[in-house]
Each structure stands twice: as structure tokens, then as C-alpha cells.
């Protein structure tokens, strides 16, 4: 599972569980609100791609506009998150930048996603792996993981791809 696509399960299940409570409060109108963005993983499949554990800490804030139908049923989501962090392995560090958009579309069942997914920079500033601009993913409203390769790609997406020779690169000593 990429990066982007933890983020998004991480996101969705937050939001999911602030708004279950809120639709019948909120039938036929929106519900906005934040939550924290505190994760630590090991991002995969990068790390056996480059052959050692790659760790993930991000802390942020997302922001969230929840839309249910007249009979309180959640029809659409838009979750903005940003974040900044460490990459790290080996005991070298990179700092990571989000500004993302998800757009969690329950009648369509579609996930849109819009923005910088991530930016991974050398603490002089150089960029080594950057994922951004736009995807359109089938989504599984019951678990809310996108399903299969996306429906539309514009903009440059390396990790998406498997390209992440530069961060195995940057990561090694």
C-alpha cells in the first residue's frame, strides 16, 4: 500500500467515525469540522523495495465538510489535510510536506485526490520524492480504501509508479 493511500484509510476512518454520529443531526446539510493528524508507520512497499525499513512520522490537521442527503444518508466528504514530518532510515532524515485533498464522493463511489500528496526534501531544501495533482480511485464505501489502479492520473505520481530510486538513494549511507 502506498503512502497516499494510508493517509486516505487513515483520513476516512477519523472523519467516518467524527460524522457517524451526526447524520440524523444533519440531514440534508453539511457538517464541518477538524481532527488531529498524529501517525507513525513504516511505509511499505517502499521499504522492501529499497531493502531497509522506511518510517513515516507526521503531525498535522485535517479539516472536513461532510454532506448527507434529505433522508441523512453521508453523500459526499472533503477532507483537507496538512501535514509535516520525518522520513526516515538509516539514521538519515528527510522532511515531509503534505497539502492534500480527498473528495470521498458515496453515491458515485469514487475518491478524487488533489493537491501535494507528499513532498520529501534533504534538509538543505533539494527535493528528492515528490507525488502530486490529481487521481480519481474506485472507492469501497465499506471499508473506504480505494479500489484498483486509479480512473484518471494527471501529474507526476514516481511512488504511485514504483519509482523511488532516488529516495532509496537519499536513504542510504
Not at 37 to 44: C, L, N, R
Not at 94 to 107: G, P, T, V
Request: proline share 5%; glycine share 10%; charged share 20%.
Amino acid at each position: 500500500m502506498y503512502r497516499f493511500a494510508r493517509t486516505t484509510l487513515v483520513s476516512i476512518a477519523v472523519y467516518l467515525g467524527l460524522v457517524a454520529g451526526a447524520a440524523d443531526a444533519s440531514s440534508g446539510r453539511a457538517t464541518n469540522g477538524h481532527f488531529p493528524i498524529d501517525e507513525h508507520f513504516v511505509v511499505e512497499p517502499d521499504s522492501t523495495i529499497c531493502g531497509f525499513p522506511m518510517t513515516l512520522d507526521i503531525t498535522g490537521q485535517a479539516t472536513f465538510n461532510a454532506r448527507f442527503d434529505a433522508d441523512g444518508n453521508l453523500t459526499t466528504v472533503h477532507v483537507h489535510g496538512r501535514t509535516v514530518g520525518t522520513f526516515s532510515a538509516n539514521g538519515i532524515e528527510l522532511r515531509d510536506f503534505s497539502s492534500d485533498n480527498k473528495f470521498f464522493d458515496f453515491q458515485n463511489l469514487t475518491m478524487r485526490e488533489t493537491g501535494l500528496v507528499f513532498r520529501d526534501n534533504l534538509l538543505g531544501g533539494k527535493v528528492v520524492l515528490m507525488d502530486r495533482g490529481r487521481l480519481i480511485w474506485n472507492l469501497d464505501p465499506a471499508t473506504g480504501e480505494t479500489v484498483g489502479d486509479p480512473l484518471f492520473e494527471a501529474g507526476p505520481d514516481p511512488e504511485l509508479h514504483g519509482d523511488i530510486a532516488a529516495l532509496c538513494a537519499a536513504l542510504t549511507p
